[in-house]
């Protein structure tokens, strides 16, 4: 599948599992936009970010940059990157890892709505930094 000629410019940077033809125009890589299918299914499945990588690397599927580990950032990135809904991931595919990801952040100021309750939060997290 190719993306319009508008598409294809505004698309930016090629991510993994797209190129770009002698024209300029953007394309699907068949088998690298399997693979990203592949990372969704699984995160979407409750594996996490290191059981990808443990799973990549027993398929001997090397990462983006050719190495044979991928990292938990490229990872996370993939997993972030709006481009995928371009003919590679379905939106509501997209939309559900994204809240999935949001429901398993760390960040324990992730879900704080309360301005009070923040700043306290805040006051907590600064307590015994030496600046």
Not at 9 to 17: A, E, H, W
Request: a neutral charge.
């Amino acid at each position: 599948m190719k993306l319009s000629y508008l598409e294809s410019k505004i698309f930016g940077k090629v991510c993994y599992g797209f190129k770009r033809d002698e024209n300029g125009i953007v394309e699907i890589v068949p088998d690298k936009a399997e693979i990203v299918q592949q990372i969704f299914f699984l995160y979407l499945a409750g594996n996490s970010l290191e059981s990808i990588q443990g799973y990549l690397a027993e398929k001997d599927i090397p990462s983006p940059s050719g190495k044979r580990k991928w990292s938990r950032d490229v990872l996370n990135k993939l997993l972030n990157n709006f481009k995928y809904t371009f003919g590679i991931i379905e939106y509501d595919i997209f939309s559900t890892v994204e809240k999935l990801k949001e429901k398993n952040c760390r960040n324990p100021n992730s879900i704080i709505k309360d301005e009070d309750i923040w700043d306290e939060q805040q006051k907590q997290n600064w307590n015994g930094l030496i600046l």
